[in-house]
C-alpha cells in the first residue's frame, strides 16, 4: 500500500469527497488531483440559489486549494488540463507538456452544460452556470446589465436547475422568463399535475412562461438580446441562461478509447473497460444509470475509496430522494424507475400535492410539493431500492 498512486481527475464533490474517503483508509496513499479550475472546495448544488442570498463566489467556497492540500496530505495540480491517457503505460499527458504516472485513476470529471441549436449573431452571448468560475460571470453581468438593480433574463429549459435559478432570480427581484418545451416545468421528473402546481408557485413570483416551445434565434440587440421563438414570438432580455441540462463529461474516456454510453460505463465497484481506471460521479454509468445528484456521489465515494483501498466494495443505491431548491413551494422527487409500469395517483392539498406512482400496491416514486413533503421520510422508506 505504501507505494500505490491514485490519481483522480476532478476537484468537484466527487474527486475531493473520493480523496477525502481514501484518507480516512489510508495516510499512506500517494494522492494527485488535477483540475482545471482554482482547486476550491465549493458545493455545486449552491450555485441555483446563492442570488437571493446575495452571496459572492467567494461567500461559497468552503476550503481554498491551500487547505484541501494540507486537509487531504495530496498533491493538488490547480489550473492544469489532461490531454490523453496512455493506458498501457498507465501515465497522463498534461496540458503543460507533463507527465504524471498512475497505479489508479478515477475519473471525477463531472458533467457539461448541453448543447443546443440556435442561429443568430448572439448565441455566443448566452451563459450557463456549472462552477464557481462561471456564478463569478453571471453574477457580474446581472450586476452590469441591471436597471435600477432589476435584469429581465430568459432561462432556456424549465427543468430541476432551470426552476431552481427562477426562483432565485424571481426572489432576488429579476424578471425571468422561462422556455420550455415541455408541457409543464420539470416535465422528466415530475407527472404534469405536479408540474401545473410548480408552474403556478413560481408565477406567483413574477416569472412568465413560453411553455411547448423552443428558442430558435437569438440576435444582439443595443440593450440585451432577442430571442425568437419556434412560434415567432419575440422575446427581449438583458441576459439569457441555458440550463437545458447537463452531459456527462467523457472526453478523456472517448481519448483513451474507454467505453462509455451517456457517461463512462462502469461496474457495481465504479471499474470502467479498463482495469486501473475508475469513474465517479456525473460522468459515470454505474449498470446503465447515469444519477447527477449528490446522494449517489457520496456512495459512490464510500464504495470506490474501499475498493482502491483494498477491500472490494460494490456501489449500492437505496432510494434517494432528490430536494429541489424551490423555497415558493418546497418539493421533493424520488421518479419511479424508467419504463415503470404503474400510474400516478394524486391527493391535492391547500399548498401542494402528493403524487405516488404505483403498480398495484407497491409505491414505485412519489413527488412531494408544498405540506406533502412532511411524508417525505414515510413514503420513502416503502421505495425499492435503486440498485441493490
Known amino acids: ?3 500505490l498512486s491514485i490519481v483522480i481527475i476532478g476537484t468537484g464533490l466527487a474527486g475531493y469527497n473520493l480523496a477525502k474517503e481514501i484518507r480516512k483508509r489510508s495516510e499512506d496513499v500517494r494522492l494527485t488531483l488535477i483540475t482545471r479550475d482554482d482547486g476550491a472546495f465549493y458545493s455545486k448544488p449552491m450555485l441555483s440559489n446563492a ?5 459572492q463566489a467567494s461567500d461559497l467556497l468552503m476550503a481554498d486549494v491551500d487547505k484541501m492540500r494540507a486537509d487531504l496530505n495530496a498533491t493538488i495540480l490547480t489550473r492544469t488540463a489532461v490531454i490523453t491517457i496512455d493506458k498501457e503505460a498507465r501515465s497522463l499527458r498534461l496540458e503543460n507538456g507533463g507527465q504524471l504516472d498512475y497505479d489508479k485513476l478515477v475519473l471525477a470529471t463531472g458533467a457539461r452544460p448541453a448543447q443546443f441549436p440556435v442561429d443568430g ?9 456549472n462552477n464557481l468560475d462561471d456564478y463569478a460571470q453571471f453574477r457580474a453581468r446581472l450586476e452590469d446589465e441591471s436597471r435600477e438593480n432589476k435584469s429581465r433574463v430568459a432561462i432556456i429549459g424549465a427543468g430541476l436547475i432551470g426552476c431552481e435559478f427562477a426562483n432565485d432570480l424571481a426572489s432576488a427581484g429579476h424578471e425571468v422568463t422561462m422556455i420550455e418545451p415541455g408541457r409543464v416545468p420539470m416535465s422528466s421528473l415530475l407527472p404534469v399535475e405536479a408540474g401545473q402546481v410548480l408552474q403556478t408557485a413560481l408565477s406567483s ?6 411553455l411547448e416551445r423552443t428558442a430558435r434565434v437569438i440576435n444582439k440587440k443595443k440593450h440585451g438580446y432577442e430571442l425568437v421563438l419556434s412560434d415567432r414570438q419575440s422575446v427581449h432580455v438583458e441576459l439569457v441562461l441555458s440550463a437545458i441540462g447537463l452531459r456527462a463529461d467523457t472526453r478523456l474516456a472517448e481519448i483513451a478509447g474507454i467505453d462509455y454510453h451517456r457517461g463512462v460505463v462502469v461496474d457495481r465497484h465504479l471499474q470502467s473497460s479498463d482495469d486501473s481506471i475508475y469513474a465517479l460521479g456525473d460522468c459515470a454509468a454505474v449498470e446503465g444509470l447515469v444519477l447527477p ?3 449517489p456521489l457520496m456512495n459512490g465515494a464510500r464504495a470506490l475509496a474501499a475498493t482502491l483501498c483494498g477491500e472490494p466494495t460494490v456501489v449500492n443505491y437505496p432510494a434517494m430522494p432528490v430536494f429541489v431548491k424551490t423555497p415558493v413551494l418546497t418539493t421533493v422527487v424520488s421518479p419511479p424507475p424508467r419504463g415503470a409500469d404503474g400510474e400516478w395517483q394524486f391527493t391535492s392539498m391547500d399548498n401542494g400535492i402528493k403524487a405516488l406512482f404505483k403498480n398495484g400496491d407497491q409505491l414505485l416514486g412519489f413527488a412531494l410539493l408544498g405540506d406533502a413533503v412532511s411524508e417525505r421520510q ?11
Open 1 to 3: 500500500m505504501d507505494s
Open 51 to 55: 442570488l437571493a442570498e446575495q452571496k
Open 121 to 129: 449573431d448572439g448565441a455566443d452571448g448566452v451563459l450557463a452556470v
Open 205 to 210: 413570483l413574477g416569472v412568465r412562461w413560453y
Open 293 to 295: 445528484f449528490v446522494m
Open 378 to 388: 414515510t413514503l420513502t422508506r416503502e421505495l425499492p431500492p435503486v440498485l441493490q
